[in-house]
């Protein structure tokens, strides 16, 4: 069992950075993929980044890449999302998952309860 939290989300300005952490707790951190999705406002849940065990591997969705950076530190059981360049369709609730490398949500076997991310004009 993994639990995972998320912190870091809030109202920020377009343009603007911000970093999302999520800290994990229970079986080994290191041995799990971890994915980040975020579900915009009246939409579905759309995968963000993912990066793999050992946090060499990454792969982004088109619509962040550039922009975002994913990164972990396996020693403090932790995984980030470094947003810079934020826009207003960035404005979701942010997920961070556990599971295999993958952009499929449905294959990730733990979750977040989710942070608010707002981006204003």
């Known amino acids: 069992q993994v639990q995972l939290v998320e912190s870091g989300g809030g109202l920020v300005q377009a343009g603007d950075p911000l970093r999302l952490s999520c800290a994990a707790s229970g079986r080994s951190f290191s041995s799990y993929a971890m994915g980040w999705f975020r579900q915009p406002p009246g939409k579905e849940r759309e995968f963000v980044a993912t990066?793999?065990?050992?946090?060499?591997?990454?792969y982004y969705a088109n619509s962040v890449k550039g922009r975002f950076t994913i990164y972990r530190d396996n020693a403090k059981n932790t995984v980030y999302l470094q947003m810079n360049s934020l826009k207003l369709e960035d404005t979701a609730v942010y997920f961070c998952a556990a599971g295999p490398y993958s952009t499929r949500a449905s294959t990730y076997d733990y979750w977040g309860q989710g942070t608010q991310v707002t981006v204003s004009s």
């Open positions: 990066i793999a065990e050992g946090g060499g591997t990454t």
